[in-house]
């Protein structure tokens, strides 16, 4: 059962670089999820899907973009890295919109 | 403001004690509470939930309970195992239920 897989688990970029963060749940999931977590501060959802071909912002969706073209698939976009976007990422998907998510591994992202 | 939070960062416990961590919430229009507990370099892990309409619920080995009154959470874990040693973070959900609020996790060490 792979649930939720990530790639890259780990990234450094460069200030200004690009990348984009793969995630692939495989529960037939409506509802997926990018999140960053920070040292002291709790999980903030940066952008979220409602179903294929849906997205919308959360708590923290500056400077990234995201598309969910398949129902498995949701990535995370990042146009312009910035030093304060240094975060683990996590990606998650659920049955309920916000309820009981499967996460995946995370990604350590550093931007330098 | 809304906030969720932990009474304590750090809860150390003997194996085969219970273990009680704890979460304060602020918004009383709160109708949605998850725990989750994050072992180290993984991604969060759902345990357990109740709603708002509820003041106890139980799973294999974990409790939550909801005092309202107070705005008040907890997660009882018996019998605590190594295994146990984990972050544990509650969330509330708000906004008509479109918004999933983290708290900053409280640390179980498990000491044999």
């Known amino acids: 059962n792979a649930g939720v897989t990530q790639t890259p688990k780990f990234r450094v970029l460069k200030t200004g670089q690009s990348m984009t963060l793969l995630c692939a749940q495989d529960?037939?999931?409506?509802?997926m999820y990018w999140y960053r977590q920070d040292p002291g501060m709790g999980l903030r959802l940066i952008h979220y899907?409602?179903?294929?071909?849906?997205?919308a912002k959360g708590e923290v969706p500056d400077g990234y973009n995201v598309s969910r073209l398949k129902k498995q698939n949701f990535l995370l976009g990042l146009e312009s890295a910035a030093p304060s976007q240094t975060s683990v990422y996590f990606c998650?998907?659920?049955?309920?919109?916000?309820?009981?998510?499967?996460f995946g591994q995370g990604t350590r992202l550093t931007v330098v | 403001g809304e906030s969720v939070g932990l009474h304590l960062p750090t809860l150390s416990v003997q194996e085969g004690d219970n273990s009680i961590i704890n979460c304060a919430y602020s918004?009383?229009?709160?109708?949605?509470f998850i725990w989750y507990k994050q072992e180290s370099g993984k991604g969060p892990q759902f345990i357990i939930d109740?709603?708002?309409?509820?003041d106890k619920r139980q799973g294999q080995r974990v409790t939550v309970l909801l005092n309202k009154t107070v705005k008040h959470l907890s997660l009882q874990i018996a019998a605590t195992q190594p295994g146990d040693s984990a972050v544990y973070f509650c969330?509330?959900?708000?906004?008509?239920?479109?918004?999933?609020?983290f708290g900053t996790g409280t640390q179980l060490k498990v000491e044999l």
């Open positions: 998650a998907s659920s049955y309920q919109l916000l309820l009981e998510a499967f």
């Open positions: 529960m037939n999931h409506e509802y």
């Open positions: 899907s409602v179903g294929e071909g849906t997205t």
């Open positions: 918004n009383s229009a709160s109708d949605y």
């Open positions: 109740i709603r708002s309409n509820m």
């Open positions: 969330a509330e959900r708000t906004g008509g239920g479109n918004k999933l609020t």
